[in-house]
């Protein structure tokens, strides 16, 4: 059985706790609403959050990798762009580091809840889930080998380009391609 959107606020910014990410894919499918995922797993530092999400998203070569250019780029650079049909948001994996403190990751968040609000006005859904990295304890249950945390974060595949075939491939084996609302090139065709 699929999730359906319908049992989440249309304008929320929430943990993903119980869904899945293929789930959230289907129910956005399901419901003709952008799905947008970003992998953050590997990332340390805001910048490289930030240059992330631009990568995963398809922003604009112009997107200024900083709090407010993204606030702009989930905005109104889509909202200019004509009629949208809603938002389905993942970002998996927020890093948890000294360098990607709790501050840092409250006003990313921020953005979206933000971005959220924008949409809410429009009376666009827009609904963002987020994870966390999860690095190992260095204290293991017994019997268990404790491990870095750095080991348990896979490093990111190369950026490979997209499939002809319709397939995401910095997503994952046998996914379909996410619609973005950033890519820009798509608007230009379009047009």
């Not at 998996?92 to 360098?99: C, K, V």
């Amino acid at each position: 059985m699929t999730m359906q959107l319908q049992t989440v606020r249309p304008n929320i910014v929430q943990a993903i706790r119980a869904y899945r990410v293929d789930d959230l894919m289907k129910a956005a499918e399901d419901a003709s609403q952008h799905f947008l995922y970003a992998n953050l797993g590997g990332a340390q530092s805001k910048q490289e959050v930030l240059e992330r999400i631009a990568e995963a998203f398809l922003f604009p070569a112009h997107y200024g990798k900083n709090l407010d250019a993204l606030y702009d780029c989930m905005t109104d650079l889509v909202h200019k762009a004509g009629v949208q049909p809603g938002f389905v948001v993942v970002l998996d994996q927020l890093p948890d580091n000294p360098r990607f403190d709790r501050e840092a990751r409250e006003q990313l968040l921020d953005v979206f809840r933000d971005a959220a609000d924008f949409w809410a006005e429009r009376r666009i859904a827009f609904r963002c889930f987020y994870s966390f990295s999860v690095a190992r304890s260095a204290e293991a249950a017994p019997g268990e080998r404790a491990e870095p945390a750095q080991a348990a974060v896979e490093k990111p595949a190369p950026k490979a380009p997209v499939s002809k075939n319709g397939f995401n491939p910095n997503f994952g084996v046998n996914m379909p391609l996410m619609s973005s609302a950033f890519d820009t090139s798509m608007w230009l065709t379009a047009a």
